[in-house]
């Protein structure tokens, strides 16, 4: 990705956005909730646990505010700043069992947090909210927390700061962090002002029986974020069992060693003395503590609430004639004198109008339902309850709010008017679901116009797991089966049974149809739905067609969820706009991650006149248009935002263009002749039909598989070229064999009913269903390769580069999974980066690769955890040569030189030691070598020998570690030498280690 200071903040990942209120719905929503509505009416309960700061809710002498901000703390402190690998991404999770984390904070902490996990509210995020919910509850400042963050899948590396370290491998450990010496006092200090040590995890440190349960606090207002942590130690009363440890473990000192650090000598210190500096400081370091995230993560704006927001909108058909329309409009107080007297609701109808029916279009609530209190807020709630005539419908409303001293504010959702769609609903007073054993039955009301397209109900939900406290949450989607007509409207339902046994903690998205058309009720949670599915007393009426409007006063809002949003911050919608062949339509910046929202991709094209998301994962930026692109269908880009499935972020091919002035047009508009059919033939393979699955659960073609979110019948065709048969089924899923399973039968043709991701006129089979063809075996026994251009031709093409001398092409490659695959030198441009120029850049080294379109990295050694990837995933251009492939995110393009290497290398010998062998850290956590230790900017192999001399073992790591030791425990298991490659900070000529890696000698 592209790290440039005037689009992300450091190396942060913080987006560059306007400080307006977000328009509703936002992907901040639920965050927002959790974070603001803590006390009284409709209070999401997340500060609980720790507000008071005096609450013990974990057992008696465990501060809860205080381990809510160590695990924060303890989360990130494994990341890496420079590489952006790690951080604060709840992969504590999986790392409870190891000794840097010892005692059950951690595993409490992340067990209140997981029933606000959803799929708008990582575990990470949540992890981050504790913080300010944790720092605010203890009098402390207000410490701005941003969304965005990506939950991992597994646990990191060691790293986290240990007592017994000494202050050459804090400012290490530190420095990879991204804090300075100073930085790294501050936060320490910060982090200290609650709670304290517990004799339980730490022995040595404070022995049983001397302190109140056991804890021995770090200042003497350990349920009081002030700093007396600060002022104790600098008056020499401190009790802090960090400063002067009680225990044996005289030297695990760790607080003195860093306050009294001697190129600081308390300078630090004394200017933390100052309580209103203690507060700017600890806010600052705080968040630059939670916002160290990975290279794939964007974070959002800092959240604010909401001056106005709906809530819990939901419409439900009560009669032939009539919706409920139900609710809430909830209203920041904070700090108001005026009271309010009433709230005006002006709503139009679906076409856009402002005609409803028989009644008004507006209605005023009087009547306050209840309060609600913040850490830092107060908001009044004001209950919706209100008749809408089917017959006209809703599509979008204002809020006016009525002071008592006759003034008024009317709020419009930042000009879009807040979206409200009546084409899909859940029909809640005839859905139930039974908590306990998680059987519901589900049914949404659909408007007769909408009648004929599929219902999908897409539930997900949360699974509990014995390899971490934290549940799993997938997402299944069923097909709703058409029902009874009740006028204009169609009911369609569904009966399931939710897995997991937290059914209750499922949401749910209605959708109707595909697709630009698609509408969505979406987010719904499970948890108000009743345990009794209650008839229909609406009474009968002759079912009836609707006429919908596709003209109207409103047809630049929003109309439902997903939708194409017709601004964003400071841009509006063009059009979906098309690529040109063998170029990128817009070229001045580009970027690719899993949680990609139009917001995060405006964040990164601050500056640029354009910028466009595509493929549901990408964005690209630009000042103009290549020339040979043009507009598209917007139907044509239908591919959700992998960060916000109630956004479309382009498909295949296809860009959501936005733009400043939304001005300029194409003068070519081709539309598409395609139609979309089942093709008789494809290269060598000819349509046999539409085929089952084989029985009981198995497939009918075992022999290969593959999938996609670009999946055509041509790309399984290729894929399957060895084999008799292909089949592609589900859209994206692709399946080979020689031979078809028995139990295979075949299916009606039009079973096989759903489109290919990659190609909207190709039919992809469908759940169980195959788009099956049989073609002759081709007679090569080569595995399928993308094609390489060798063509000599004047008209240049993108294509996959097979030579620039002196390199040859290796292929598609991952970064490793503990850092760079090439690591020994790099550069990025954002607008000339080349395969030819970084070759030059790299023409010292064996290896060179790029990566994310404009950056470049060299090295003489690959790392060991870097593995090939299929080459059509480095598929994104060069900042500098719309021709060339540079990678992609977490993709390097790899050449390979002939040159010889003499070094870096393990030196074979250090001081009196020989080389062992590279070897692990124990998976369950501690030292392999830990008892004494040391960092430094010149580390090598021969200064940490000089160091440990005396002891039987040394072994350098993360570059700039030593650590030594008598004894190296059979838990530390022998690695593969390439794992040992990150260069010495004191020598680029030999290893010293990796991350989570020793470089091992041995007398």
């Known amino acids: 990705m592209k790290l440039n200071t005037s689009l992300l903040l450091g190396f942060f990942g913080l987006a560059l956005q306007a400080n307006a209120d977000p328009t509703w719905p936002s992907s901040i929503d639920e965050l927002e909730e959790i974070m603001f509505q803590t006390f009284s009416f409709r209070s999401r309960n997340f500060a609980a646990a720790v507000n008071p700061c005096t609450k013990q809710v974990n057992g008696a002498g465990r501060n809860a505010a205080a381990e809510w901000l160590r695990t924060a703390f303890h989360d990130m402190a494994t990341g890496s700043a420079s590489s952006r690998v790690g951080g604060l991404d709840a992969s504590l999770q999986y790392e409870l069992s190891s000794t840097e984390n010892k005692g059950p904070a951690f595993a409490t902490t992340l067990t209140f947090m997981a029933p606000y996990l959803t799929s708008k509210s990582s575990m990470a995020d949540l992890i981050a909210l504790g913080v300010y919910t944790s720092v605010l509850s203890c009098g402390g400042p207000s410490v701005d927390i941003r969304a965005g963050r990506i939950d991992a899948k597994s646990s990191g590396p060691i790293g986290v700061p240990q007592p017994e370290n000494s202050i050459q491998i804090f400012m290490t450990q530190f420095g990879r962090m991204g804090f300075s010496p100073q930085e790294m006092i501050q936060v320490t200090a910060c982090g200290h002002t609650l709670g304290g040590v517990h004799a339980a995890e730490n022995p040595d440190i404070v022995p049983s029986g001397q302190f109140p349960d056991n804890v021995a606090n770090f200042d003497t207002t350990t349920a009081s974020f002030d700093n007396r942590v600060v002022t104790e130690y600098l008056n020499n009363t401190t009790k802090n069992p960090l400063v002067f440890t009680p225990g044996t473990g005289r030297a695990r000192n760790s607080d003195l060693k860093v306050f009294n650090w001697i190129g600081d000598t308390n300078i630090t210190m004394r200017a933390l003395a100052d309580a209103a500096v203690f507060r700017t400081t600890c806010k600052a370091v705080f968040e630059k503590m939670i916002n160290l995230v990975p290279s794939n993560v964007v974070l959002t704006d800092a959240i604010k609430p909401y001056q106005v927001k709906p809530v819990e909108l939901q419409l439900v058909l009560t009669s032939p004639t009539v919706l409920r329309f139900t609710g809430y409009i909830r209203i920041r107080t904070t700090g108001s004198n005026t009271g309010i007297a009433s709230v005006t609701i002006n709503y139009k109808n679906r076409n856009g109008g402002t005609t409803c029916g ?178 229909w007393a609406g009474g009968s009426a002759t079912c009836a067609s609707i006429t919908v409007s596709a003209s109207g006063t409103s047809s630049a809002l929003p109309n439902a969820t997903p939708y194409h949003r017709q601004t964003v911050g400071g841009y509006r919608l063009v059009s979906c706009w098309s690529e040109p062949s063998g170029a990128r339509a817009l070229t001045g910046a580009s970027y690719a991650y899993d949680g990609m929202t139009l917001e995060s991709c405006m964040a990164n094209c601050t500056g640029f006149d354009y910028w466009g998301t595509e493929y549901g994962r990408e964005c690209y930026c630009g000042n103009s248009l290549d020339a040979s692109s043009a507009s598209a269908p917007l139907g044509d880009c239908n591919m959700l935002c992998s960060g916000d499935s109630t956004q479309y972020c382009g498909a295949g091919f296809r860009i959501e263009l936005y733009s400043t002035t939304a001005t300029r047009t194409s003068t070519s508009t081709p539309a598409p002749t395609a139609t979309l059919a089942h093709i008789p033939t494809i290269g060598k393979y000819s349509l046999v039909g539409c085929q089952t699955e084989a029985e009981p659960g198995l497939r009918a073609l075992g022999g290969a598989a593959t999938a996609s979110d670009d999946m055509t019948l041509e790309k399984c065709a290729a894929f399957c070229s060895d084999f008799t048969y292909f089949g592609t089924e589900y859209s994206k899923e692709c399946y080979c064999g020689n031979s078809i399973l028995g139990t295979s039968k075949p299916a009606p043709i039009g079973e096989c009913n759903m489109k290919c991701a990659g190609n909207p006129y190709q039919y992809c089979g469908d759940g169980n269903r195959l788009e099956l063809s049989s073609g002759s075996v081709a007679s090569s026994d080569q595995s399928p390769t993308s094609t390489l251009s060798t063509s000599t031709s004047t008209v240049p093409t993108l294509a996959q580069k097979p030579t620039v001398l002196p390199f040859t092409l290796k292929g598609c490659w991952t970064e490793a999974s503990n850092g760079r695959a090439l690591s020994q030198k790099s550069y990025t441009s954002g607008d000339n980066m080349t395969l030819e ?45 719309k021709y060339e492939y540079c990678g992609a995110g977490n993709r390097l393009t790899l050449y390979q030189s002939e040159k010889q290497i003499e070094g870096p290398s393990q030196p074979a010998t250090a001081g009196a030691y020989t080389y062992l062998g590279c070897r692990t850290e124990p998976a369950e956590g501690g030292r392999a070598l830990g008892l004494k230790s040391t960092g430094s900017g010149q580390m090598t192999n021969e200064v940490c020998a000089a160091f440990c001399d005396g002891y039987a073992y040394f072994g350098t790591e993360y570059g700039a570690e030593c650590w030594c030791g008598d004894s190296l425990p059979e838990t530390s298991l022998v690695a593969p030498q390439g794992d040992c490659s990150m260069l010495c900070s004191g020598s680029q000529s030999e290893f010293c280690g990796n991350g989570n890696r020793l470089s091992v000698y041995k007398k």
Not at 476 to 490: I, N, P, Q, R
Not at 837 to 858: L, M, Q, V
Not at 864 to 878: G, I, K, N
């Open 358 to 535: 028989s009644s008004s279009c507006t209605f005023t609530m009087t009547q306050q339902q209840g309060l609600t209190k913040g850490l830092e807020d107060t908001f009044a709630w004001y209950p919706i309850s209100q008749n809408v005539p089917v017959s006209s419908g809703i599509s979008s409303f204002t809020v006016t709010i009525n002071r008592s001293d006759g003034s008024s504010t009317l709020f419009d959702n930042n000009g879009n008017g807040y979206p409200i769609q009546d084409g899909v609903f859940l029909q809640t007073d005839q859905s139930c679901l039974i908590q306990n054993s998680g059987d519901g039955t589900f049914v949404a009301a659909v408007r007769n116009d909408r009648a004929s397209l599929p219902v999908k109900l897409a539930i997900t939900y949360a699974s509990k797991r014995t390899s971490s406290v934290v549940p799993s949450l997938t997402t299944v989607t069923l097909d709703m089966t058409k029902g009874e007509c009740h006028g204009s409207y169609t009911f369609f339902s569904v009966t399931t049974n939710i897995p997991g046994g937290l059914s209750y903690q499922s949401t749910m998205d209605v959708i109707s149809g595909e697709g630009a058309s698609a509408m969505v009720d979406s987010f719904k949670k499970a948890n108000p739905i009743g345990g009794t599915c209650q008839a």
């Open 837 to 881: 120029a970084c070759a030059s850049y790299c023409s010292d080294y064996k290896y060179f690769g790029t990566e994310y379109g404009s950056e470049c990295y060299c090295g003489n050694f690959l790392g060991s955890s870097s593995s090939e990837a299929p080459l059509t995933d480095c598929s994104m251009t060069c900042s500098g040569n």
